[in-house]
């Protein structure tokens, strides 16, 4: 654990990770801090195949504990009553990361697995799954207490781009999981979906724009629930035909969809806890870390880091639950992986505001 102070901007950021390995944190949509906000898991020693161990990390002694090895790199997701849940083929296993008990939450027949990252409610009930099921792609939840997957339902998208992925649960209305219909950008018309449990309903929330020849003019992914769960946010891709590019904001009733910012060719963009801010990244090299005011649109660059272009090498930039702390991977000068924190209200205090 070490800490430097970035020579554009003036952040102080907290590093960990070790010299010639590889270490990062979890998906930016998935919570990678336990709730005192102190501590985190680190995925450590990554392999080429992405697996790697889980560490539970201490920002404030530099003490760490390994509590599995083996997983995927981002596999987990930290629920708001400190346990971790991740996937492991076609179980489900879950980390009290308080005692460190471990357990099979939830398990699928041979053959069936669940894909990662997962998600999970704010009361930390239900995590919003998905995977191939009887050799489909499926969109689905598990009940926690019950231990099974309690919905379940295939999309059915064609051939070639069939994949169904990034299913995230509701934070506040568990009965509805927001998903991707995943492929290249340019050929998918219909990113953003939700499937209503309750009503075993899927719909496309969000209409993406045509070209007036009938071609896509939107480029569009990346998507993440707002934290009061009323809806998402997205990126439209610096490469989209139509303007502005930037980050976008979708009611979950579908709507137009509303342009917050464009200052950056953003990649990324998670939204805090506490609902006033965003972290985006840019696609670029070096990666610009950028945060976005929700309350009046406003941007600035914390930092700029060296990146991968593969997994597990992006930023992925997100938040910790007290919503102070920007949490995210970059490269070292011998291009290692190393987890980059930086508390913004520290920073903002600085420059008076």
């Not at 990554?46 to 002694?61: G, H, M, P, Q």
């Not at 342009?259 to 609902?275: C, E, I, K, M, V």
């Amino acid at each position: 654990m070490n800490t430097y102070k970035d020579s554009m901007t003036g952040c102080r950021i907290q590093t960990i990770g070790q010299s010639g390995t590889d270490t990062s944190h979890y998906y930016f949509t998935a919570m990678t801090w336990l709730a005192d906000s102190r501590r985190l898991i680190a995925s450590t020693q990554i392999d080429a195949d992405k697996k790697c161990s889980y560490v539970l990390f201490d920002t404030e002694t530099g003490h760490s504990t390994v509590i599995a090895n083996g997983e995927q790199w981002a596999g987990g997701v930290v629920s708001s009553d400190d346990k971790l849940y991740f996937p492991r083929d076609n179980s489900i296993q879950g980390i009290d990361l308080n005692t460190l008990k471990s357990w099979t939450v939830c398990e699928l027949a041979s053959g069936d697995y669940f894909g990662e990252p997962l998600s999970v409610s704010d009361d930390a009930s239900v995590l919003g799954v998905y995977g191939m099921l009887g050799g489909q792609s499926f969109i689905g939840t598990v009940d926690v207490a019950a231990g099974k997957l309690t919905h379940q339902i295939a999309p059915g998208f064609a051939r070639p781009y069939e994949i169904a992925n990034h299913a995230m649960v509701n934070p506040v209305y568990d009965h509805l999981v927001l998903f991707a219909h995943e492929g290249k950008t340019e050929h998918i018309p219909d990113r953003l979906w939700l499937y209503d449990t309750e009503a075993s309903k899927l719909s496309n929330i969000y209409e993406q724009q045509q070209l007036q020849d009938g071609s896509l003019g939107e480029y569009i992914g990346h998507e993440m629930w707002a934290a009061d769960g009323e809806g998402a946010y997205f990126v439209r891709y610096k490469s989209s035909p139509i303007a502005p590019t930037g980050i976008y904001y979708v009611d979950r009733h579908r709507s137009q969809g509303v342009f917050l910012n464009g200052d950056y060719g953003y990649w990324h963009a998670a939204a805090s806890p506490d609902g006033n801010w965003i972290v985006a990244d840019t696609h670029e090299q070096p990666s610009k870390l950028v945060l976005i005011d929700l309350r009046d649109h406003s941007s600035r660059v914390l930092t700029e880091v060296p990146l991968w272009w593969n997994h597990p090498g992006h930023p992925h930039p997100s938040f910790s639950p007290d919503s102070r702390k920007v949490t995210y991977t970059f490269a070292d000068d011998e291009n290692h992986l190393w987890i980059g924190i930086i508390d913004i209200y520290e920073e903002l205090e600085k420059s008076g505001e």
